[in-house]
């Protein structure tokens, strides 16, 4: 998985998504008091699917977006830049050819968040991706 991991970081560096989100993309969780917008990434599941002549390994992949904005203007450029950056997205993933990365659904949701300032209302967009990879 350290090799998966690092391709997405990779993957995530520099992008539009990183710059527009001013580079707060975290793996599994976002430090206390982020600050909004930020981006968490994070492995679902992991199943082998071997067949009798590949080594295969099916990843699920969430991609959290989240906006403290009223509007949904800003969570929707993110979720554009997402697919734009991961849809069909070729990983460079060290000892394994990348079969395909896609898209698989997204929820959304608006969660209520504890601040300083009292409670406020966040987007949370979930974006699953399929990462299937051949084991070179």
Known sequence: MDALLS?????FAGSDLSNYVGGR????????RA?????????VSAAPQDTFTESLDD???QVSLFSSS?????????????????DDAVLTVTGYTNIWTRREGMTTMVED???A????P????AVDYSVMMQKS
Do not use: C, N
């Open 7 to 11: 391709a997405l970081a990779t993957k």
């Open 25 to 32: 993309i975290y793996f599994d969780r976002a430090p206390d």
């Open 35 to 43: 600050v909004y917008p930020y981006v968490v990434y994070s492995i």
């Open 59 to 61: 990843v699920l992949i």
């Open 70 to 86: 009223g509007g949904g203007q800003e969570i929707a450029t993110m979720y554009g830049y997402l697919k734009t950056l991961l």
């Open 113 to 115: 968040i504890t601040t």
């Open 117 to 120: 300032e009292g409670t406020a």
């Open 122 to 125: 966040v987007k949370h967009w």
